[in-house]
């Protein structure tokens, strides 16, 4: 089974301590030790929540001011989406038309890591005979001409608390791994202690909340509420009341 991750490479770089040293880290390690903490989280969150995490389009990456809600697209095109539900990965993407151009047969390049430091375009395709382009199962339908390197882009995000735990253990395996001194070293234990704690002891014991929002399958009643970061703190209160799990001796 292939891990879920938890966060990408520019959460790692924008809430991960030592920004300079980790864009030193070549991509490739950084998302493999992103993959990495996010395997170490997963256990305690699997006695909570059927994994995969619900995986969600990050509000802070629309852009509310434009008609199609996207960022970019300033030199002409627009472009025209349904925001169906995204797909189990989370990625920050922006897509390019290299050469501008408008109907299909247009081509486009995509970055799947955008705003990482080392991130670039790459292989793409052409815009199909509805002008569209799909990415993770997003359709997006393009119309009028796009000029040369024209972009837009979006984000996918899963729970805050768990990204932010994600981000503090693989930061400190990256800096660890490169050998750092003592204060910077320090840092980045209790940052990763702090973000954690709560998934390593309260989740896993069901005393810790993580969005019932989040969950893969929120029609399943897997013992009880989750969330962190509620968005509507104690909503779930007037749901209908989940059994209460057998006592259990640790």
């Given at each position: 089974m292939i891990q879920q991750c938890f966060a990408t490479p520019r959460d790692l770089e924008e809430a991960g301590l030592g920004?300079?040293?980790?864009?030193a880290i070549p991509l490739?390690?950084?998302r493999r030790n992103l993959v990495r903490a996010s395997g170490w989280l997963a256990p305690a969150l699997r006695k909570r929540n059927q994994l995969p995490l619900r995986v969600d389009f990050d509000p802070a990456d629309l852009d509310t001011g434009s008609t199609n809600g996207l960022q970019g697209m300033t030199g002409g095109g627009s472009v025209a989406w349904s925001l169906a539900e995204a797909a189990t990965t989370v990625q920050s993407v922006a897509i390019q038309f290299p050469s501008g151009g408008s109907g299909p047969g247009t081509p486009y390049q995509v970055n799947y890591f955008n705003g990482a430091y080392g991130s670039a375009f790459g292989v793409g395709g052409t815009?199909?005979?509805?002008s569209s382009l799909t990415i993770d199962g997003q359709t997006f339908t393009v119309s009028g001409t796009v000029a040369a390197n024209d972009s837009f882009g979006y984000a996918t995000v899963t729970d805050s608390g768990?990204?932010?735990?994600?981000?503090a253990m693989a930061a400190w395996i990256c800096l660890h791994n490169t050998g750092v001194d003592a204060k910077t070293e320090q840092d980045l234990q209790k940052l990763m202690d702090v973000c954690i704690k709560p998934f390593k002891e309260d989740v896993a014991k069901g005393e810790g909340d993580l969005e019932i929002d989040e969950d893969a399958t929120p029609?399943?009643?897997?013992?009880?509420?989750?969330?962190?970061?509620?968005?509507?703190p104690w909503s779930w209160l007037g749901g209908p009341r989940l059994p209460r799990p057998p006592h259990r001796i640790a």
């Open positions: 920004r300079a040293r980790l864009q490739a390690q950084r815009l199909d005979s509805a768990v990204t932010m735990a994600t981000v029609g399943v009643p897997e013992l009880g509420p989750l969330g962190s970061g509620q968005r509507e």
